[in-house]
């Protein structure tokens, strides 16, 4: 029977991959990847030679029919992403949606993902949060952080290095800069740094030259709990 198997694949450290994680690869009929040259990067690394194939936002739409084809003619097929669960900010929502409409098993492994490891060492409540990815870049994007405002949990949101500052700072002008907020840079690479403080603080704290990478931003909704801004470096894990 056909089967689409979504395999979470390392953020940063390459040990983070499990077990389950490589024999799928290692079983896969051929694997979608978000960008070829990363996931041969890995395969590589784990010594697995199969067929890859171009699967990303730029040709998921045009490309929907014939991947759904190809998958229903093998047992099984792989999708991953550049790094971490395929289908959070990255493709993937529409091959899952498809292939069950299809009659394709579907499964999800578990595994690395940036905003779970963000949120439970932000210091943050976690007992209930809502995740919002990436902010829209420019329309709708006043509308999305208003919606924000008035959720009564703790959120989750992705940004790039370019935009990180300008997010913040958002943030903080429609939120109000006495929230807690935890941002999270490079998750499990070596230049993993966490900066602790409040939206009103952390553009003073975070200085140009380390806003590189990718960047997880948390935010609590409750009463300031950091003190003075801080900030911490994990490359020891």
Do not use: W
């Not at 498809?98 to 905003?115: N, R, W």
């Not at 403080?197 to 960047?215: H, M, N, R």
């Amino acid at each position: 029977m056909a089967k689409l198997i979504l395999v979470p694949t390392p953020i940063g450290n390459l040990k983070d991959i499990t077990l389950r994680a490589i024999e799928a690869l290692q079983n896969a009929s051929f694997i979608l990847a978000e960008d070829t040259r990363v996931i041969k990067k890995l395969l590589a690394h784990l010594g697995i030679q199969k067929k890859v194939v171009s699967y990303h936002i730029h040709n998921e739409h045009q490309q929907l029919t014939n991947m759904i084809a190809s998958i229903q003619a093998m047992d099984n097929v792989v999708l991953v992403s550049d790094a971490g669960t395929p289908g959070i900010s990255d493709p993937g929502y529409l091959l899952v949606r498809e292939a069950i409409h299809s009659g394709i098993e579907v499964a999800c492994l578990p595994g690395p993902t940036a905003m779970i490891p963000a949120l439970v060492a932000s210091g943050i409540p976690c007992d209930r949060f809502y995740f919002e990815g990436f902010l829209p870049h420019k329309k709708g994007r006043l509308t999305r952080l208003k919606y924000l405002a008035q959720l009564d949990c703790t959120l989750v949101l992705y940004e790039s290095p370019h935009r990180l500052l300008k997010t913040i700072s958002q943030l903080s002008e429609v939120l109000g800069e006495n929230r807690n907020c935890v941002v999270v840079k490079e998750i499990s690479k070596i230049y993993e740094r966490y900066f602790r403080g409040t939206l009103g603080g952390l553009t003073q704290q975070i200085k140009p030259e380390v806003i590189k990478g990718e960047f997880v931003i948390v935010v609590g909704n409750d009463q300031p709990i950091f003190r003075e801004p801080s900030e911490t470096f994990n490359s020891s894990i």
